[in-house]
């Protein structure tokens, strides 16, 4: 009697880890893949936005706001001294922010003047923010131009506090990501850079 429970637990073990295993390998195949679709979305938004860029340079198109729609390209974000280059879409719904950093809708888009808010996981495109310093410099670069900001502050608050979103009569720029960088599940602050446009 006791070996015959022996040999069930032995089993049960056994199938266990290897169902634990497969959960796993499961895991690690939907992570890939999703990684691998942002990176090949990011590259070939990042092509479509150079050939936009050159094929409207002389005319300086510009898009009416009203014309922007979710998941639009709008530009692309680079902050060089930390390695973020990425392309910035319309919206903030979890497909976009899968794919890249995201315009909050209810701030200005850049160019515009006024507080052009963008927004980013903390666990993909906008882990290197842990890194950021005062006067960093970050840039926009649209169809309507290039746009450049240097970092003034960094704060952390709570996700209640959409303060920092509020328009502004200076051009600034807010990126916006969740908070601690190193937190499974949902974070509790919400990490926050301020840039002016010089």
Known sequence: MESDKK?????FLLWGSR??????IVLLSLVGAATLQAKLYQDRAKQLIQSEIHGSSAGRIVVPATSIKENDILGRLDIPRIGISLVVLEGTDSRTLRLGAGHIETTSLPGEGGNVGIAGHR???FRPLRDIRKNDRIQI???MGLF???VDWMKVVSPEDVSVLAPSDRSV???VTCYPFQFFG???K?????????
């Open 123 to 125: 666990d993909t495109f």
């Open 148 to 150: 450049q900001y240097q």
């Open 173 to 175: 720029l807010t990126l």
């Open 186 to 188: 949902s974070a509790p």
């Open 7 to 11: 040999s069930w637990l032995r089993a």
């Open 190 to 198: 919400r990490f926050i850079v301020r840039a002016h446009r010089y």
């Open 19 to 24: 169902g634990m295993f497969a959960a796993g």
């Open 141 to 143: 670069q649209t169809a």
